[in-house]
């Protein structure tokens, strides 16, 4: 399929529509990112690893 059949307002409308796809897909990937930085921050490293260490003698 070639992007040339679609007519202009269709080309523009779909070039939007891919943006805006876009759009959405980074905002909703950077909220995830600022919740996980947040859970992070209230913790040190040190804490982090204990707890991965207790989490897998436990499994």
Not at 12 to 21: D, E, K, R
Not at 24 to 31: D, E, P, W
Request: glycine share 4%; charged share 35%; net charge positive.
């Amino acid at each position: 399929m070639n992007f040339d059949q679609f007519s202009p307002l269709t080309q523009i409308l779909l070039v939007f529509a891919g943006l805006g796809l876009l759009f959405f897909l980074v905002m909703s990937n950077n909220k995830r990112n600022k919740d996980k930085r947040a859970k992070r921050s209230s913790k040190s490293f040190r804490q982090r690893i204990k707890e991965r260490k207790e989490e897998r003698e436990e499994s």
